[in-house]
């Protein structure tokens, strides 16, 4: 199996040459086999990957089961984990609708007078320090279970 790796990782180095090439020397892209060798390419990839991935789901099936030697999880506890992860969430998408027009604003402002510079960030750490509260508050609550 570790064979289909190599050949992905060799298909992504291939593509990520072709991207090097193109973008250094775009007139020598009208060379006829260019855009034949980059399908091709990409068919190795994709059959890797598949058959990585059909290969990988008969060794899964053959692996002893793990959840046996795990406890139960109660709907009690599946609950508790969900809601240890509320905060953290909640304040995330907090923290990212704050930030959106703080950053936005900051860069206009910066753009007329960069002296302020200093004071943009101090902005812009307080509206993420809603998502690291977030944060604290579902480790503390983790902490609980």
Do not use: C, H
């Not at 007078?113 to 101090?122: A, M, N, Q």
């Amino acid at each position: 199996m570790y064979w289909l790796i190599a050949v992905m990782t060799l298909g992504i180095a291939g593509i990520i040459i072709t991207g090097v090439i193109m973008e250094m020397q775009p007139a020598k892209i009208s060379r006829p086999w260019f855009k034949p060798t980059i399908g091709i390419n990409l068919l190795v990839f994709v059959a890797a990957q598949a058959a990585l991935i059909f290969m990988g789901v008969g060794e899964v099936m053959a692996a002893p089961p793990l959840a046996e030697a795990g406890g139960e999880i109660s709907i009690g506890l599946g609950l508790g984990i969900i809601g240890v992860g509320i905060p953290t969430a909640l304040s995330t998408i907090g923290a990212g609708i704050a930030v959106g027009p703080i950053g936005a604003a900051s860069l206009a402002v910066l753009a007329e007078k960069p002296e302020i510079f200093g004071r943009t960030l101090i902005y812009l750490g307080l509206a993420e320090g809603i998502a690291i509260y977030g944060l604290v508050m579902s480790i503390l609550l983790l902490d609980k279970i």
